[in-house]
């Protein structure tokens, strides 16, 4: 199918490790890309390719990937990391694709 | 720096069309892909299609087949996005976003376009 599907909300205590995944079948064949997006700005790019982070990028933040399942971690996450996540990859004919965004409350 | 710029907000009736621009700089324009990606208010990102700066070839998703056309004008490193027969669930952030390296990497400020009667 050409969906990527991402739980909506996440909660993960302040320093501690949480996870955000994106699955669909596309997964398969092409790497994510992981964007960040907070209130009222426009998304940035954390992760892309197999676990890449832009210059600028904390490296609390990581990517993995495992059959149609592609993960964002990040470890000991920080005040300023609440925000939306948005997998990116690509559906069946080569255009991109864009998860349906999961909310990351830090408590 | 690479900076996109985008026009400013518009207001339109149901039916009629809508052209939002970008203009790069900061980067060779004709070098590098550039997306559009909306979001409707408090929803994700929606990837509208892409287009070839140099050439300027297309590919739109199929959602938007036949409503939207993407075009560029290399004199003023500037593409264009229009929508037509708009419908109240096309209010949006409009976004063009570069691709320089793997994926999306630079995004515009967003065009914020509101479809009401």
């Known amino acids: 199918s050409s969906e990527l599907t991402q739980d909506p909300t996440m909660s993960v205590a302040l320093g501690q490790t949480v996870r955000i995944t994106c699955q669909g079948d596309s997964l398969r064949s092409y790497y994510a890309s992981w964007y960040q997006q907070k209130p009222g700005q426009a998304p940035v790019l954390v992760i892309y390719g197999k676990n890449n982070r832009p210059s600028g990028i904390p490296h609390r933040f990581s990517g993995s990937s495992s059959g149609n399942t592609a993960s964002l971690t990040i470890t000991g996450a920080q005040a300023e990391d609440e925000a939306d996540y948005y997998c990116n990859s690509r559906d069946s004919s080569g255009n991109h694709l864009f998860g349906g965004g999961t909310k990351l409350t830090v408590l | 720096q690479v900076q996109l710029v985008q026009s400013g907000a518009e207001v339109k009736k149901p039916g009629a069309s809508v052209k939002v621009s970008c203009k790069a700089s900061g980067y060779t324009f004709t070098t590098y892909y550039m997306h559009w990606v909306r979001q409707a208010p408090g929803q994700g990102l929606e990837w509208m299609g892409i287009?070839?700066?140099?050439?300027?070839?297309?590919s739109y998703a199929q959602k938007f087949q036949g409503r939207v056309t993407m075009t560029r004008d290399t004199s003023t490193s500037t593409v264009y996005m229009e929508l037509s027969s708009l419908r109240s669930e096309d209010t949006a952030v409009y976004y063009c976003?570069?691709?320089?390296?793997?994926?999306?990497?630079?995004w515009g400020q967003g065009t914020l376009v509101t479809v009401s009667s």
């Open positions: 976003a570069s691709q320089l390296g793997a994926d999306i990497d630079y």
């Open positions: 287009i070839n700066p140099s050439g300027g070839s297309t």
